[in-house]
């Protein structure tokens, strides 16, 4: 299986910030890395596909970036409903794995 | 706009078998090139692969689970559903249903899920 780790596990920030999430996967998976959003309570929502494909109507204050291992999601000036667990993904085989999670709370 | 609802009990007794059905609304299962999959989430942890199947029939379980996973298509009622047997505490999860979009040259992803549902395990 492949191995997807994410850092921090938590990251506090203040609305406005710009954060960035990493995500490193065991070994190379291209551009076959996800992002999720997910709120508390709620399904996982997808964020960026692709690595750096903006899913349709996500803000654009989202982006992704990397290829290979390591990845990062960035967050431009975060606003209150951004704050929630982010999740990587990979896609490249099965069985499919997600990092543990990063949780964006507030500082 | 494509929607997914999971259904089943709540509350199944160790040793049982988990039988979940996720019921696709808005888009047929059998078009387009998507897999049909379940993924859980133990509370406060992270999330788990469990499988997937296509229409033409093939399947991906998770290793971790495989000897205890079914998943199979109702195409009739545009459905599809999860099975897990001889469960135990561990198993005590939400479940969510989703699909898996991506064919031979694109990066697949999953671009729809369900509101997942409560699954204890205990007696």
């Known amino acids: 299986d492949i191995q997807m780790t994410q850092s921090p596990s938590s990251l506090p920030a203040s609305v406005g910030d710009r954060v960035t999430i990493a995500c490193r996967a065991s070994q190379s998976i291209g551009t076959y890395l996800n992002w999720y959003q997910q709120r508390p309570g709620k399904a996982p929502k997808l964020l960026i596909y692709a690595a750096s494909n903006l899913q349709s109507e996500v803000p654009s204050r989202f982006s992704g970036s990397g290829s290979g291992t390591d990845f990062a999601l960035t967050i431009n000036s975060l606003q209150p409903e951004d704050f929630a667990t982010y999740y990587c993904?990979?896609?490249?085989?099965?069985?499919?794995?997600f990092g543990l999670g990063t949780d964006v709370e507030i500082k | 706009q494509v929607q997914l609802q999971e259904s089943g009990p709540g509350l199944v007794k160790p040793s049982e078998t988990l039988s979940l059905t996720c019921t696709v609304s808005?888009?047929?299962?059998?078009?387009?090139?998507?897999?049909w999959s379940w993924i859980r989430q133990p509370a406060g942890k992270g999330l788990e692969w469990i499988g997937r199947m296509y229409t033409s029939g093939t399947t991906n379980y998770n290793p971790s689970l495989k000897s205890r996973v079914t998943i199979s298509l109702d195409m009739s009622k545009n459905q599809f559903s999860l099975k897990l047997s001889s469960v135990t505490a561990a198993d005590t999860a939400m479940y969510y249903c989703?699909?898996?979009?991506?064919?031979?040259?694109?990066?697949?992803?999953?671009?729809?899920w369900g509101q997942g549902t409560l699954v204890a395990v205990s007696s």
């Open positions: 989703a699909r898996e979009r991506g064919g031979l040259v694109a990066v697949p992803f999953i671009d729809f």
């Open positions: 808005g888009g047929s299962i059998t078009s387009g090139s998507y897999f």
């Open positions: 993904q990979q896609s490249y085989s099965t069985p499919r794995t």
